[in-house]
């Protein structure tokens, strides 16, 4: 397997990363592969307000409209 160096990482981001593999049980260098892992092979999910977004338009509000037949009481979708 080929080898990745990052070089110039702020004191900070190597805490962080350290701290991070740390509450996860595994070593700095685990935790940097499976988060460059997570951000670049796993799929992002998308919001709930991106699947709404996604939905086509498919007619008018009435179109939807739920009748009531009065004879029988029952509701018709």
Do not use: C, W
Not at 2 to 28: C, F, M, T, Y
Not at 51 to 60: A, E, M, Q, R
């Amino acid at each position: 397997m080929p080898n990745l160096l990052v070089r110039n990482i702020d004191e900070g981001v190597v805490s962080a990363l350290k701290i991070r593999a740390g509450q996860h049980g595994i070593s700095a260098e685990a935790e940097h592969r499976a988060i460059l892992e997570n951000a670049l092979l796993k799929p992002r999910k998308k919001s709930f307000a991106e699947i709404l977004g996604s939905i086509p338009n498919v007619g008018y509000d009435a179109d939807f409209e739920r009748i009531q037949d009065e004879t029988t009481n029952h509701v018709f979708d």
